[in-house]
């Protein structure tokens, strides 16, 4: 039952149903790069400040990359003392270069490790593999928006036909909602930007380790200021949390609406076969299951977030063993993110937008009212006044005593000039202020977002070169 490294203070082996709760291998392992990465630029500072000699240092290396490639190709084996990644690659590089092996963890605790290791892999999940996502996502909505020229549709407030804006006002109205949540994780892997290594269990070392060589080495700007906050501090993964949640949630109104638009009622849009899913019974079915699941996820992103919270919020000062549980909904929130990018992104590259019927759905006379107002206004007349004038004519509408566009063009301050208003496509190509959802504002906007984009992919590439 031996084989803990640290067995030592003990007499006898831990109890099944200890390691049962306690190990973590069977996901942390799954950091060994990050963890392998850590220890190399460990190793060289050790040799650096004198801790260890060159040989030392060159035979631990050595091993590190054996782990390394085993891990890689699966062929390691674990053993049940295993308890962790940080264990398992100790206890093999040990096994394969002999005693010298024991040298790797000197001044350093598996605290800082392990604030390290899932700091480095948050890192790179997130610059390189869900931010990109994101912005591809991006490009296809913008993609859509180029491609759909002046089509329009209703807005809707309350989900009520509200005002018609073009089709392409609207898709753009999502991609600012995901410039934000880049912007969003790149601030939070800028904010994780220190190195723990160096920390040691809590308070640092009384040798001469130096955490500036380990930081600068491993691809951050600078390391941790205090000890105890390095090896305590979890707000990263509640920031990703948060950042996913959020992101998860505009996921999921965009699915939303995609299962509104796909349906039979709106019409709005055609699913493409290969990002549709049928049923088992119905044989005319055709489903919208990613955006089902892009709404379902978020559920899951956000009991991830208030979980983890729950499980910090009465934390004292250091590292407690609770923290071990920042790993499981990281990953499990990552993971989710990336399936639901990738399928949702599918899922709206493929689709048709069945244009003519959200213009009938736009032409409504009623969807104009408010530029009858706006008319009305114009002409010098009070907004609030205007705002009766109009109301007055829809409830006669409503009513029976004529359709709108007749009752707009016989009376005195409308006339025929503002009964054009209720032309199809009309109405919605006056909206031209600033942001405003007639083509002639689009352009602009449409322009602004293709920068936006370019601007962050840059703004990630410079982040990318700096990952180790
Ligand atoms: N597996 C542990 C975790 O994930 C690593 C740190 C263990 N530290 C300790 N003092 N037992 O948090």
């Known amino acids: 039952m031996a084989g803990e490294l640290w067995e030592g203070r003990f007499e006898g082996g831990p109890a099944e149903a200890l390691q049962a709760l306690n190990d973590s291998f069977g996901f942390d392992r799954r950091m060994y790069k990050e963890d392998i990465a850590g220890s190399r630029a460990h190793v060289t500072m ?8 060159g040989d030392e240092r060159d035979q631990i290396l050595v091993g590190l990359d054996q782990v390394q490639e085993e891990m890689a190709s699966g062929s390691f084996e674990a053993v049940p003392s295993d308890e962790d990644i940080h264990t398992a690659v100790e206890r093999r590089v040990t ?3 002999g005693e010298v092996g024991g040298k790797i963890h000197t001044g ?8 390290l290791d899932v700091r480095m892999w948050t890192r790179a999940e997130i610059l390189e593999g869900l931010i990109p996502l994101v912005l591809r996502f991006q490009q296809t909505l913008i993609e859509h928006a180029d491609a759909v020229g002046e089509a329009y549709l ?12 073009a089709l392409a006002h609207h898709l753009l109205a999502h991609v600012w909602a995901l410039v934000r949540d880049v912007d969003r994780l790149v601030a939070t892997v800028d904010r994780l930007d220190s190195s723990p290594l160096g920390a040691g269990a809590l308070a640092g070392s009384s040798l001469p ?6 930081a600068t080495a491993l691809g951050f ?24 949640s959020l992101l998860g949630v505009h996921l999921s109104r965009i699915g939303e609406e995609l299962i509104l638009w796909a349906s039979t009622e709106f019409g709005f849009i055609t699913l493409d076969d290969s990002f549709s899913t049928g049923s088992s019974m119905m044989p005319q079915k055709k489903n919208p299951d990613i955006a089902e699941l892009a709404r379902g996820k978020a559920g899951r992103l956000i009991g991830n977030l208030t979980g983890f919270l ?6 004292p000062l250091t590292y407690n063993k609770d923290m071990q549980e920042d790993k499981e909904p990281m990953f499990d929130s990552c993971r989710t993110m990336g399936l639901t990018l990738l399928a949702l992104d599918g899922m709206v590259s493929t689709l048709t937008f069945n244009t003519e019927v959200m213009a009938a759905q736009a032409d409504s006379p009623f969807a104009a009212a408010t530029d009858l107002a706006d008319f009305l206004v114009t002409g010098g007349m009070a907004f609030r006044a205007a705002h009766g004038v109009v109301g007055e004519l829809v409830r006669k509408a409503l009513d029976g005593e004529g359709t709108l566009p007749d009752l707009v063009a016989a009376h005195p301050d409308l006339g025929a000039d503002a009964a054009r208003l209720l032309e ?8 031209t202020s600033k942001g405003g959802g007639a083509p002639a504002a689009v352009l602009p906007q449409l322009d602004a977002a293709k920068a936006q984009l370019k601007a962050d992919t840059a703004r990630l590439q410079v982040r990318q070169e700096l990952l180790p």
Request: aromatic share 6%.
């Open 46 to 53: 050790l040799e650096s400040v004198g801790l260890l000699t």
């Open 95 to 97: 096994e394969l270069i």
């Open 108 to 115: 350093r605790s598996r605290n800082d490790q392990v604030a």
């Open 154 to 165: 209703p807005g809707y407030t309350h989900l009520q036909q509200a005002q018609p804006v």
């Open 209 to 214: 380790v130096d955490p500036v060589q380990t």
């Open 221 to 244: 700007t600078k390391p941790f200021d205090n000890s105890l906050d390095a090896v305590s501090d979890r707000d990263y993964v509640a920031e990703v949390l948060f950042d996913l």
């Open 310 to 315: 729950a499980t910090l919020k009465g934390l």
């Open 424 to 431: 199809p496509g009309a109405s919605f190509r006056q909206r």
